[in-house]
């Protein structure tokens, strides 16, 4: 059974830094898409980061480039999401989520999703 449960959310400052992770088990990290999502509170689901665990090639949303950083550890089976630089608007629950295709980026071709963890930017 595939399992993803992410941690690190809380309460940070604005220009603060939290680092989430996504610890996954159930599967092999072969060819797969990791995925971090966000949603605020009446807005859509937002995909802001991914990377593909074949090569650890990774992308970010306009959003967060340049201030968030996505990463594996293959030996912990975990996926973190560095976050520096926080902003009000980055307030949100945090999804991890993984997909079989690695090219995928749009929700719908993500099979599996954690629980999510909140994160709360205060200005």
């Known amino acids: 059974e595939v399992q993803l449960v992410e941690s690190g959310g809380g309460l940070v400052q604005a220009g603060g830094s939290l680092r989430l992770s996504c610890a996954a088990s159930?599967?092999?990290?072969?060819?797969?898409?990791i995925g971090w999502f966000r949603q605020a509170p009446g807005k859509e689901r937002e995909g802001i980061s991914y990377?593909?665990?074949?090569?650890?090639?990774?992308y970010y949303a306009d959003s967060v480039k340049g201030r968030f950083t996505i990463s594996i550890d293959y030996a912990r089976h975990t996926v973190y999401l560095q976050m520096n630089s926080l902003k009000p608007e980055d307030t949100a629950v945090y999804y991890c989520?993984?997909?079989?295709?690695?090219?995928?980026?749009?929700?719908?071709?993500?099979?599996?999703w954690g629980q999510g963890t909140q994160v709360t930017v205060s200005s």
């Open positions: 159930g599967f092999l990290f072969s060819d797969s898409a």
């Open positions: 990377i593909s665990s074949g090569d650890s090639t990774t």
């Open positions: 989520a993984l997909s079989s295709r690695w090219w995928a980026r749009a929700a719908y071709e993500f099979a599996y």
